[in-house]
């Protein structure tokens, strides 16, 4: 089964750290973007970041400097290290897989179940 | 920054009945290269991930029922229901995949009547 499996998130303070991880199992992960996507509570959607097959990495303006993306294929799993966390990055993240990366379909054909990130003192 | 705007903002329609949703981006999201639109759709049910339902504007993921299609170029795009079901009610989104950062509408609630 096609799957992605966030795990990592939590209660943190403002200022601080957080790591979250994506696991992913039943395609060739290295050939895939993925993407992370958020969403506060009762609010929609918003693009986080991403990462290429060759590594490279995008953000938004929003939480550039502060988040990085990395994957590690070896281990079919991505990461989002966040820091300088505010009350604002409150929301359940989600990791995606880009579908138009090998099928050459479009959009976030998979996603996980999301983990929440609370930044709360 | 492209920049999505759905209308409306919620809808309800009788069960049976046809839905639309409406998407206006603030910039073209058709990539002249390949004469593809990079706009998806997505529907999202009360506590789960997003779905994605159609990709290049028109083109439905598979397995997704046919009552749902969309239409549209350019900057105008379009997610219609033909006959609304009850399992229809969630919130559906429209995406522009052409450029970084990748924008989502703000979403429209769907309720039936």
């Known amino acids: 089964e096609v799957q992605l499996v966030e795990s990592g998130g939590g209660l943190v303070q403002p200022g601080g750290s957080l790591r979250l991880s994506c696991a992913a199992s039943?395609?060739?992960?290295?050939?895939?973007?993925i993407h992370w996507v958020r969403q506060a509570t009762g609010k929609g959607l918003e693009w986080v970041s991403a990462i290429g097959t060759a590594g490279d990495t995008y953000y938004p303006g929003s939480v550039k400097g502060r988040f990085t993306i990395s994957r590690e294929n070896a281990k079919n799993s991505l990461y989002l290290q966040m820091n300088s966390l505010r009350a604002e990055d409150t929301a359940v993240y989600y990791c995606?897989?880009?579908?138009?990366?090998?099928?050459?379909?479009?959009?976030?054909?998979?996603w996980g179940q999301g983990t929440m990130v609370t930044v709360s003192s | 920054d492209i920049v999505m705007t759905q209308s409306p903002d919620s809808l309800a329609v009788s069960l049976g009945e046809r839905a639309t949703i409406n998407c206006k981006s603030s910039?073209?999201?058709?990539?002249?290269?390949?004469?593809?639109?990079?706009l998806a759709w997505y529907q999202q049910k009360l506590g789960q991930p997003p779905k994605l339902l159609i990709y290049?504007?028109?083109t439905r993921e598979s397995g997704v029922p046919d009552r749902f299609s969309g239409s549209g170029s350019g900057t105008d795009f379009t997610l219609t229901i033909s006959s609304l079901q009850a399992e229809d009610v969630a919130v559906y989104y429209c995406q522009q995949y052409y450029s970084t950062p990748y924008s989502f509408g703000q979403g429209t609630k769907l309720e039936i009547k």
């Open positions: 039943g395609f060739t992960f290295s050939s895939y973007d």
């Open positions: 290049w504007a028109s």
């Open positions: 995606a897989r880009d579908g138009k990366s090998v099928a050459g379909t479009g959009g976030f054909d998979i």
């Open positions: 910039q073209s999201v058709l990539y002249s290269s390949n004469n593809k639109n990079y």
